[in-house]
């Protein structure tokens, strides 16, 4: 006898097998009790996660000698016939190749004569959204008023695609993605009949790649099972499938945490050396950062957003208080950009080091500036990226009376002579400072849109947020984002000036600001909209 897949031979018969559509099985099983079964269904979701079996099974339910029964017996002709997909009273038919009107004619005219020996002639079209316009339409009329002893079982991967008109005609039920768990207790249920050894590690990486399809997990499971007595290893798993170990995920990400960028380097260069899909690297970054992101937000709350068994959502929460939220959001545009440019470049390697080299040097302008004579700072070198270089150089060139740098973490500018300014001063040049902020970097402006200045003394600047202004206020936290600014403000008001950020439970309407309240005095004005503005 020729060998039958695992997909195949674990096919599941009944609707208690049918792993994570308890939703679905629930409503059919109750219809099934009441006797109130509808003459069509359009089952919809991803592949691989039961649409055709549960098909099958209503199918079977329906037309077992036993039935109408939640149980079918699986012994009689029609059961057995319905397995096999060889029976005369359930027609399985493809829409992808039979998608013609011609077709959805010779249908129209079979429906008419009765079932040869069950109770209903069952229609299961797979990938229904396939049919023609045509075929649609001529199947309408037949759809809405069938013979009573007919069912129409649809199934399809992108109901999007099926005209509003059969939708209507039809009840439709969305199969989920199975999840993860219950995928990888199915995958080890199996294994254990199939005498395949299988660690817990390799169950999880089979189920994680299979993204939520049964029938992806057994195909891979089906694959690993001819390394038979050795075993099958979360190394193997990933090796097949060239996806990137988990280790390799944390390393990376530790490295660029740290700010260590020689290191991120090196470990992408191992990552290459064992014959990673970089592309895959691309996508499993993105995915790594974004489950950061969902631990740095919600915490344990939202611990069921994240895939993985416990003991790793607990290493990225750790990871994810070594970074701030701003961090993480940056990071994660950073390689969707790589990926991006992948595409036009072709290659994976250098975007995807590029980003990793932007993500790692994000470090404050280096402080201070060059001496009147041109000598070069007494400080380390840092290096810049593009954008913190043009801002630099700019400065260089507007300030020649900037002292040597020292070695503060914080971007200081030093006037000859520096002036007195009042609070009242800054709220009146808000917007051309922020102005002057967006010419260097937009969205550091858009942030500073939603603060007020609050406190001005000794050269602190406390720029108010209120509570729902959280995510602005901690991008603006990042160093080179608050050096940018402090260095920008100082430049404008011609003084040194320090930024300290702080959530505040009001803020200061604007039109109570002084000069907001004295033009809207004389002209007798509202404030319609408020945006960048370089008058002052």
Request: aromatic content about 6%; some cysteine; charged content about 25%.
């Amino acid at each position: 006898m020729s060998y039958l897949v695992l997909a195949r031979k674990y096919r599941p018969a009944s609707f208690d097998e049918l792993q994570g559509q308890g939703h679905i099985t629930k409503i059919l099983k109750q219809a099934i009790e009441g006797g109130r079964i509808a003459h069509a269904f359009l089952f919809c979701g991803p592949r691989g996660i039961g649409k055709t079996s549960c098909a099958r099974i209503l199918a079977k339910s329906l037309n077992c000698q036993n039935g109408p029964t939640l149980k079918p017996c699986g012994t009689c002709s029609a059961c057995q016939e319905i397995a096999k997909g060889n029976s005369f009273d359930v027609i399985e038919i493809d829409g992808a190749s039979n998608r013609g009107i011609d077709e959805i004619r010779a249908l129209r005219e079979n429906v008419k004569f009765a079932p040869t020996y069950g109770r209903y002639k069952i229609y299961i079209v797979d990938e229904v959204h396939m049919l023609t316009t045509e075929a649609f339409n001529a199947l309408l009329k037949t759809l809405e008023e069938p013979p009573e002893h007919v069912i129409f079982i649809f199934a399809t991967t992108e109901a999007h695609k099926v005209p509003a008109t059969i939708l209507s005609r039809c009840q439709r039920f969305d199969f989920k993605r199975i999840a993860l768990e219950v995928i990888s207790a199915n995958l080890k249920d199996i294994s254990k009949k199939e005498g395949i050894k299988v660690d817990e590690e390799a169950l999880f990486a089979i189920a994680k790649a299979a993204g939520g399809s049964m029938r992806d997990a057994l195909g891979i499971l089906d694959q690993l099972s001819a390394l038979g007595g050795k075993g099958v290893a979360a190394e193997d798993v990933f090796s097949m499938l060239g996806m990137v170990e988990m280790e390799w995920l944390f390393a990376l990400t530790d490295a660029l945490v740290d700010r260590d960028c020689p290191k991120a380097i090196s470990v992408l260069n191992g990552i290459i050396d064992a014959g990673k899909d970089l592309k895959q690297l691309g996508k499993d970054l993105t995915e790594h950062f974004r489950h950061m992101m969902i631990a740095k937000i919600g915490g344990p709350q939202l611990n069921d957003l994240i895939d993985y068994p416990k003991n790793v959502k607990e290493r990225l929460a750790l990871q994810a208080q070594k970074i701030s939220i701003g961090g993480i959001l940056k990071a994660i545009e950073l390689f969707i950009e790589a990926q991006e440019t992948s595409r036009v470049m072709e290659t994976m390697r250098m975007p995807l080091e590029v980003a990793l080299a932007k993500i790692a040097l994000i470090q404050p302008p280096a402080v201070g500036a060059v001496a009147t004579s041109g000598a070069a700072p007494a400080a380390a070198p840092v290096i810049t990226t593009t954008a913190q270089a043009t801002t630099a150089s700019s400065s260089v060139k507007s300030q020649p009376q900037v002292k040597a740098a020292s070695t503060t973490p914080r971007t200081t500018v030093a006037a000859t002579a520096e002036i007195e300014i009042g609070l009242s001063d800054i709220q009146q040049r808000w917007n051309a400072l922020t102005h002057e902020v967006s010419r260097r970097k937009m969205s550091l402006a858009t942030y500073l849109q939603d603060a007020n200045p609050h406190i001005f003394k000794d050269g602190v600047l406390t720029v108010g947020f209120l509570k729902e202004h959280h995510f602005a206020k901690e991008s603006l936290e990042i160093k080179d984002n608050l050096a940018l600014v402090e260095k920008i403000f100082s430049e404008k008001l011609g003084k040194t000036i320090r930024i300290a950020l702080k959530v505040i439970n009001e803020s200061i309407p604007k039109e109570d600001q002084p000069v907001v309240r004295d033009a809207l005095h004389m002209f007798g004005g509202k404030i319609v909209k408020e945006w960048h503005n370089e008058a002052q």
